[in-house]
């Protein structure tokens, strides 16, 4: 039995546990503002929830496949109308002086095309089945659906307003009066039959605006009355038409999906998919919610965008992966609570919605990456490719007897992985390393410092001269009698002496195994490196032994077959190298969230800058004396080495068929998984708009 005072020290502990939870949570902007968004998601999900328990008991499926697709074509409205100002306000509101002025501009310009793009639909509402003949047989009608969209319009503008200014709790508290209204007001308008589930909807979309619009006061100092500051348009009006035909594209499936559903399978399908959809976009928030959360911790503060977007990636797919595993066990339990048809109905189509989460999630990822990298047509690009995949997979998977509302879900899972696919691709094909810059050439390193390295070696008498440039380093051809070596002198302490001893340990590893490296030679202590003081500057080297040979001029079939060989050979060893060094490869593992979206890619420790600057051949044949320069070498999917390589032997040769016979051959050594394979022919081929390369 514990004493009493025993029972004390448990819930001090206990409480001061909770009290730094507590400081943590206050403190940490990106998951403050990430909790709070998915609040907002759970808030929804739970009010939701029960707004359709009510409804499907109140109203008859045709009822609710009809107001569910009516609600989907004001969603699109409302993405033809934003025109990426959202997502304008998440990346400039933050470092904005005349807030509520940028506001006001921006609303202006959501409610004008709110008003165009409600009436041309209006125009064309006979082509998609009539959904909305109530509002288009009078004008009365088309003046209050055009009001009420504006409404809407607005209201989805203001929740970027709190995402900007990391104000997640306001978000919450909108969702919050949003998802109270819709449940409640349903039991009111039985008698309007669908009209009255999207009245409901409206009416909570109204209520909603008037509380953001109160709260912006005390997120950003908001003032209803400010006169707009265009200039804010003009300064992120590249970037939000980005993001607008971004998200244009990319909702069209979905927004789409329940006319079609109708028009192909009838108006009780559209209800089942529907239903299951509104479920899974619950769980669609968790990235939408991480993902705007770092992009705003990522503008408000730059100086941590790496960080920020690797604490959020893994937040995401940790919450996603236990979410998804339960939303798919449960899904027949839930769905039974709508009644027997919608279990029936819906249960599959909804966990195949669940575990499109997953692609979902890597596009968020990938997609805030090129928003802070101001990369924005590559998202258009992106999106457009997964809308037109999943148009065309589903109008093959809907004329299936078999498949019925399955179809649909292969479709939308299918046309997400075929856009992840791309992105990673345009991911991958950014700018290789280039040549040292301007200013590193014009401050070479003194033959002082060398010498005074050399000592280190005992060859402080040894000749010297110097031997070229590198991106970080000087080099210097070291005589003394009849052995030769190479001294290495890097510039601004650009290299590690943590990295210099990992790179030692591999080359000597791979020189160990039978490849043509350059081994480091050790100090008189032992050490991968020397070190010195020059003039109060502290200087590091290390000094190789010297290998014959020269640089190719350019890149023949036999190079190519002999670089593909001994690169494939590399990384086979690169990856038993990782695997008996795991404390080490973890230091060398690379920061960047590229690598990190190819992770679950084979991966091993590689030179990563493997070209012809990079080696030395003799004879005739081009055959390798030595592989230089292993100064990008790091733990990454081997899958970003060999693009490299790739792209380097194209932008020389410009023939395809090099590419391929340097593939051949390397896959003759070790074969690449068939997603490998798809993201280097898919990023050749977009990087160099060439689409023969995807066969390559």
Known sequence: MFSSSSGISIQKAGARLLHKKWRQFVRDSLFRNAVFLMLSAAVTAVLGFGFWVVASHLYRPADIGLAMALISITMLITNLSLFGLNQGFVRFLPTSKRKSGDINAAFTIVAGLAVVASAVYLSLSGQFGGQLAIFSSSLSGRLVFIALMVVVCLNTLTDKVFVASRRGEFHTLGYAAFGLVKLLAPLFLIRYGSLGIFAAYILAAAIALALSLWLMRRAVGYRLRTRPNWTFIGRSWRYSVNNYLATLVSGLPAQLMPAIIIAHLGKAPAAFFSLA?????????????????????????????????????KLMLGLLAAIVAVACIVAPVVLRIFGHEYAAGATQIFQLLAVLAFPMAANAIGTTIMNIEHRTGSIVVVQTVTAAATMVLTSMLLGSDDLGLTGVGFALIGGAIIGNVVQLALLMSGPPVGDPTAADRATPVPEGAALALLASYGLE???????????????????????????????????????????????????????????????????????????????????????????????????????????????????????????????????????????????????????????????????????????????????????FTLCRIYDVTNDRNMVAAYLKEYRSVRALNWFERLVIGTGLALRYRDMKLMLA
């Open 277 to 313: 959809w509104m479920m899974a976009n619950v769980i669609y928030v968790i990235p939408s919610a991480i993902s705007g959360s770092i992009l705003a911790e990522a503008s408000n503060n730059g100086a941590h965008q790496a960080d920020s977007l690797r604490r959020g990636s």
């Open 461 to 643: 008498t040894a000749t010297i001269k110097p031997g070229g440039y590198g991106a970080s380093a000087e080099t210097f051809v070291v005589s003394k009698g009849r052995h030769k070596y190479v001294l290495k002198v890097y510039r601004n302490n650009r290299r590690t002496e943590a990295h210099l001893e990992h790179e030692a340990g591999f080359t000597d590893f791979l020189a160990n195994h039978g490849h043509t490296v350059v081994r480091f030679v050790r100090t008189a202590g032992g050490n991968s490196f020397a070190s010195a003081r020059i003039k109060g500057k502290r200087v590091v080297g290390a000094l190789m032994m010297y290998v014959p040979g020269r640089h190719p001029s350019t890149y023949t079939p036999g190079l190519v077959r002999k670089m593909a060989h001994a690169q494939a050979h590399m990384h086979a060893d690169g990856i038993k190298y990782a695997t008996m060094h795991k404390a080490d490869t973890k230091k060398l593992a690379s920061t960047s969230l590229r690598a990190a979206l190819l992770g679950f890619m084979p991966r091993g420790v590689s030179h990563f800058d493997f070209d012809a600057s990079n080696l030395l051949v003799i004879g005739e044949n081009d055959e390798i004396s030595g592989t230089l320069d292993f100064e990008n070498m790091r733990y990454d999917p081997l899958v970003t080495c060999l693009f």
